[in-house]
């Protein structure tokens, strides 16, 4: 059981990393169809940043688990 949910936190850090990348992309060259830099790209990759920071912690957390 700890080995799937280790997949699973592994698979929503892959995702949220992926979002992460595409988000910082986003602020710095402008959105994808308007070409308007949008606060809100920054936002969303905080977020996306501190989701990957908390899914390798709690990770981290169930493999230290004996």
């Excluded at 929503?12 to 402008?30: D, E, K, P, Q, R």
């Excluded at 308007?34 to 169930?62: F, M, N, R």
């Amino acid at each position: 059981m700890k080995t799937l949910w280790t997949v699973v936190l592994a698979l929503i850090a892959i995702g949220a990393s992926l979002v992460f990348i595409l988000s910082t992309i986003c602020t710095f060259n402008g959105g994808v169809f308007s070409g308007q830099k949008d606060p809100a790209y920054l936002i969303c990759a905080i977020v996306a940043l501190a989701v990957v920071v908390a899914t390798i912690w709690a990770i981290a957390k169930l493999n230290k688990r004996l």
